[in-house]
């Protein structure tokens, strides 16, 4: 018989969250238990995310594959999807074509493939990143194509909607340990005090949209007023709205034309 108390009891030990015992005994195969179990336990111990430990999460729904060359996709980051439907559906009536700039797992890409009528090219500096969404897309039977780019460098064609969940900590801000030891720095940290990558996609986003455009990003909570002069300083005849997150936060912008 599994002995689960003994792992509960080991875990305990190293201040270890008990939960995730069961939440991983729940997750693993009877057959992944047998020969993954202590492996998985250790990785715990020593801190690694429950994401990483069992590799995939639930995404809107969705199976994601995940490592650490890949940011653990968020609650927020649903919400954004969420949110972004709904934007495009009120705004959009046709096939319409979406580049997803910062892809990492390819879960938002992934899941507006499945959702909307659109076509998606998911962009990412890391190839590594990229290697994840492919094996993400193929698994859950969505065509994206991915672009290895530092942002819009490298990519070509026109598109109705922009979507980004890029980085945007500071380099000086303190966050979980957990995250900060586990997570690709790349996906994390940004100069300019968190906004940099938000200037490189509005200075030069025009050149890659359609006339009539969305552009939606997940933000940091105390960024949104930078972010939305940033948006006046580069777009002309816009609509900006900053929304909230689960806790009451800012968390989103949506800009739209």
């Known amino acids: 018989m599994f002995d689960l108390d003994r792992y509960k009891n080991r875990v305990k030990e190293d201040n270890v969250d008990v939960n995730l015992v069961d939440y991983l005994y729940k997750c693993l195969s009877d057959e992944e238990r047998l020969g993954e179990f ?3 336990i250790d990785m715990l111990i020593k801190g690694v995310p429950i ?4 590799g995939n999460v639930n995404f809107y729904g969705n199976k994601i594959l995940v490592n650490s060359n890949v940011l653990i996709p968020r609650f927020e980051t649903e919400l954004l999807v969420e949110k972004s439907i709904k934007y495009i559906k009120k705004l959009f009536d046709k096939c319409i074509r979406i580049v997803d700039i910062g892809t990492g797992s390819g879960c938002i890409a992934i899941t507006l493939k499945k959702e909307i009528n659109c076509e998606v090219v998911g962009v990412d500096i890391s190839n590594d990143a990229i290697e994840v969404a492919r094996e993400n ?3 859950n039977n969505v ?3 991915f672009v290895n780019s530092d942002m819009l460098k490298n990519v070509s064609g026109i598109y109705d ?3 980004s969940n890029p980085p945007y900590i500071r380099y000086d801000e303190e966050i979980m340990d957990i995250v900060r030891d586990n997570e690709p720095d790349i996906a994390l940290y940004a100069m300019d005090n968190g906004l ?3 200037k490189e996609i509005l200075s030069n986003c025009i050149k890659v949209l359609n006339s009539k ?3 939606c990003f997940e933000i940091g909570y105390e960024q949104g007023d930078s972010i939305k002069e940033l948006v006046y300083k580069y777009l002309k005849d816009v609509n900006v709205s900053i929304e909230k997150d689960y806790s009451d936060r800012d968390r989103f912008v949506f800009i739209w034309n």
């Open 38 to 40: 202590d492996k998985c």
């Open 51 to 54: 994401q990483y430990v069992i």
């Open 137 to 139: 897309a193929r698994i």
């Open 143 to 145: 065509d994206i194509e």
């Open 161 to 163: 909607v922009i979507i």
């Open 196 to 198: 940099y990558y938000y």
């Open 213 to 215: 455009y969305l552009i």
